[in-house]
C-alpha cells in the first residue's frame, strides 16, 4: 500500500508540474502579442525627407499595423511641440492596418536640420508606447536681420530701426502688402530695391510712437505672392520707462 500511495503521489505531481508549465507557457504567449492579445507593429518607425523649403509642410503617413488577434487601439498620439499635427486610426482589427500622419510646419527652422517625434499609446501591453520620427534639411526661405525687433528705451527717446528682407534666390518672391496685428504703437514703412544681381530686396522702417511708460508687443506682417510663405512675420516687441529711469538704453534690433 506504501508503494502505491507513494505512485499516486509521484503522478499527481507530475500533472500539476505539467498544467503549471502549460499555463505559463500560455500566459507568456498571450503577453507577448502571439495569443490574445494586440500586437501593435510599424514596418518604417523613422522617415527621412528630401529637402523642403522653409514654409512647406512636411507631411507623411505611417503604417500601423497589428499582428496580434485581438482589436488594437490606439489611444492616444502625442507630439513634442505645437508646430507637429497628427491623425490616426482609433482601432485596428487583428491582421489589419491603419494610418498615422503627421504634419510638421518648417517656419523657423530655415536652414537647419529638422527632427521630430511623436509617441504612439496603444492597448498593447507589450509595446504601450512607440514613437515614431520624421527628420531631413529645410532650406533656407528668406533672410530676416533682424529676425525680431526690440525697442527700450526712455519716453521721448526716438525709438526705430530697420529690419532687412531678402529673398533667397532659388524662392524668389514679391512683397505686395505690409499690416501689423495690432498697429497702435509703431509706425512702419516698406522699402524695395534691386540687388546689384537684379534680384529684389526689402526693407522696413519702424518706429516707437508709444508715448507713455510701459510695454507692447506687435507682429508685422508681410504678404507675399509666394505660395511657399504667402505671409511673413516678424516680430516687434518694446519696453518703455519714464525719463528719470536709470540706466536704460535702446538695442532696437538686437
Partial sequence: ????????VFVLFLFFSVASLSFSADTT???????QAPAVFFPAPEFQFTA????EDMCHDFVIMNKGTEVLQVRDVKSTCGCTTVSYSKTIPPGGTGIISMKVDTRGYGGKNLRKSIAVLTNDTATPEYRLTVSGPVKKFVT???PVLRFRGKIGDKLESVVNIIPERKYP???TKIRARNGKNIRYELSEKTSTAGAKEYSVTVANVKKDAGSYYDVLILETDSKIQP?????VAARLVAPNAPGTKNPAGS
Fill in 1 to 8: 500500500m506504501k508503494g502505491m500511495f507513494k505512485t499516486f
Fill in 52 to 55: 523642403l523649403a522653409e514654409g
Fill in 231 to 235: 505671409e511673413i512675420k516678424i516680430s
Fill in 173 to 175: 518672391f514679391s512683397i
Fill in 144 to 146: 530676416i536681420d533682424p
Fill in 29 to 35: 504567449k498571450e503577453n507577448s502579442g502571439g495569443g
